[in-house]
């Protein structure tokens, strides 16, 4: 077999060839897919699958097939709480202090215009607020808050840098999540404290600035969009123009399928710019990655508000009701907001073997009229990723592999 370890997802390409063998698993079960990639420019459709051949020393070798991926901008949502969540570990890591760890309590104070202190946590073990439990929601919830606080933690610009220095040259993660707020209210991150279990500071982050020099873009989207009115009593209004998504989030598609790739097999990452993690923090990623909401005791996370696929669209879509197959797992992000819909997944079945990643991102917003909560979510991208994903994992199980993967690193307690 030819050494492919090492391959790349083409990064800098913005616009790959379609894969004969994507394009023919669509188009053979057009009943499911064929209103979607028929018209797939209008769905700002885009899939990356990466088949993954282990030699005789387990060793992964990719190859990746590519459908309609181009440099066309879609709105990343909740998928860039995953490289922010990696980068906050990494960020401990670089500190080198003793005590802080991703367990040490994590105050965030507030000290300029629309920022939030943080001095509890009642859904973490101890009561405090800590780099891992925000990780955990994240996670398991994909929670905003948790998102923010970590975006405070590591600063604008670092974040940023650290994303460019990897590879990910255009990627753009300039605002907090949920709250409105200006450019210049999100260039201005929070101080921050670590503290022992007896109160005692560890260390102390004051307030940061970011200079960042935004990458001019030119994202508008739509024939309109809601925006709040002028007082509270004339509510929101429609803007019969299309939005503006130009200093927004922006992280390409192969970026996040590349970061799953990266996470769950680190070995693949170049060296002079691998994630400066430890075989704990990446335990810790696959764990929680994986997890059900239900299996979480901190933070607990009950139905009927949060269901075991919660969070998994691929394969799963919106399903409710008990995890169907107790021998499939899948490691994974998810986003969705103001139409869009993504999931960049690896999914393995222990009992059979298989293995694969799978990245999909779509615009499900049929009336062109952004911000209004009014999305195709449940008639057409829940659907549409639920078919993709068990698509590509029935043609990966019947797949003929010489070597089958030993994946017991990735077979967790999660009662503990």
């Known amino acids: ?82 490289p922010t969540a990696v980068l906050a570990l990494e960020k401990l890591n670089d500190m080198a202090m003793p005590g802080v760890d991703a367990q040490t309590t994590m105050l965030t104070d507030s000290a300029w215009d629309k920022q939030s202190a943080v001095a509890i946590d009642p859904t973490s073990a101890t009561g405090k607020p800590s780099v891992a439990n925000y990780i955990k929601k994240i996670l398991l919830v994909s929670d905003n808050d948790a998102f923010n606080r970590l975006y405070e933690l590591i600063g604008q610009k670092p974040l940023n840098d650290r994303l460019h220095e990897m590879g990910l040259k255009d990627a753009q993660i300039l605002h907090r999540l949920s709250i409105p707020l200006s450019q210049e209210q999100n260039r201005h991150t929070n101080p921050i404290r670590f503290t022992d279990t007896d109160g005692k500071l560890l260390f102390t982050q004051p307030m940061k600035y970011s200079d960042l020099l935004y990458q001019e873009r030119n994202d508008k989207l739509g024939k ?47 060296r002079r710019s691998r994630l400066r993690l430890g075989a704990a923090d990446y335990q810790f990623l696959h764990k929680y990655m994986s997890m059900l909401p239900g299996e979480s005791k901190f933070p607990n996370y009950s139905e009927p508000d949060y269901w075991p696929a919660y969070c998994k669209f691929m394969m799963m879509g919106s399903q409710k009701g008990a995890w169907p197959n107790k021998n499939v797992r899948i490691f994974n992000k998810v986003g969705d907001a103001y139409g869009f819909i993504i999931d960049a997944a690896y999914i393995v079945d222990f009992e059979s073997k298989t293995e694969f990643m799978v990245s999909c991102s779509m615009l499900c917003n049929s009336d062109g009229i952004f911000n209004d909560d009014k999305y195709d979510y449940a008639t057409i991208g829940f659907p549409f990723m639920k078919n993709l994903g068990q698509v590509l994992y029935d043609y990966e199980k019947a797949r003929t592999k010489k070597y089958l993967p030993d994946l017991s690193r990735l077979v967790f307690d999660y009662s503990k």
Not at 224 to 245: Q, R, S
């Open 224 to 270: 309109g969009y809601m925006a709040a009115g002028k007082d509270y009593y004339n509510g929101d209004v429609l803007v019969n123009e299309p939005m503006d998504f130009s200093k927004k989030n922006r992280m390409r598609l192969p970026y996040l399928h590349q970061m799953v790739q990266w996470i769950m097999f680190p070995e693949t990452q170049p």
């Open 1 to 82: 077999m030819t050494p492919r370890t090492y391959q790349k997802i083409p990064l800098s390409q913005n616009n790959p060839a379609d894969s004969k063998l994507l394009t023919d698993l669509l188009t053979q079960n057009a009943d499911k897919f064929g209103t979607i990639t028929s018209n797939k420019d209008s769905f700002r459709l885009q899939i990356v699958f990466t088949q993954i051949d282990r030699d005789e020393k387990n060793v992964p070798h990719f190859t990746h097939h590519f459908y309609h991926v181009n440099d066309r901008y879609f709105y990343p949502a909740s998928t860039v709480k995953l």
